[in-house]
């Protein structure tokens, strides 16, 4: 999958109808990040994960599900857990070591550690997956560039509408003809 600190993912998203499936309290959408720091045992790896909204009472319709995602952070964003391969909590250092070596992604219906009934299967659709760059907050760091850029092109739009004066503004070169 990648290096998402390299490319400073910012959110992950998808769209899911749940037509059938079977409902449990405590029940909520997950998303998982894994990575076996390239050896293929996870564990070895890493893995994150962050709990979403609840779907106890199971959604009806086409739902938008969306995880922010500081992948250039240098500690554990909040609202994420993070544990490695051998079930211990994990620290910053682990949180950038994976953002550089996702290998997998995937969503749970269910929260870590809950065991749910399994008495049917599960009719899903999915679509509209959506793994999106940071976008910056605005503040003094963005907001200041920006009104850098809109002051130069104001300036010069005044210079040209101050060179192109409208003509009956201007003096007439030759007198009217009588």
């Not at 240098?74 to 070596?101: F, H, V, Y």
């Amino acid at each position: 999958m990648g290096n998402y600190s390299a490319q400073g993912i910012g959110r992950i998203g998808f769209d899911l109808d749940i037509f059938s499936g079977t409902q449990a309290p405590n029940r909520a959408i997950t998303l998982d990040l894994l990575t076996t720091l390239g050896t293929g045992d996870f564990s070895q790896g890493l893995e994150a994960y962050r709990i979403g909204r609840d779907i106890s009472t199971l959604p009806v319709g086409w739902k938008t599900y969306s995880f922010a995602l500081s992948a250039t952070s240098s500690s554990i964003p909040p609202g994420w857990a993070l544990l490695r391969g051998d079930g211990t909590p994990g620290t910053g250092a682990d949180w950038q070591r994976l953002m550089e070596n996702i290998e997998t992604i995937g969503f749970e219906l269910g929260k870590p550690g809950f065991a749910y009934p399994a008495l049917n299967g599960w009719d899903l659709g999915l679509d509209n997956v959506r793994i999106t760059e940071r976008v910056p907050e605005s503040g003094p760091g963005v907001m200041f560039p920006l009104t850098i850029v809109l002051l130069i092109v104001l300036r010069i739009l005044l210079r040209i509408v101050s060179f192109a004066k409208p003509v009956s503004m201007c003096q007439p070169d030759i007198a009217p003809h009588r």
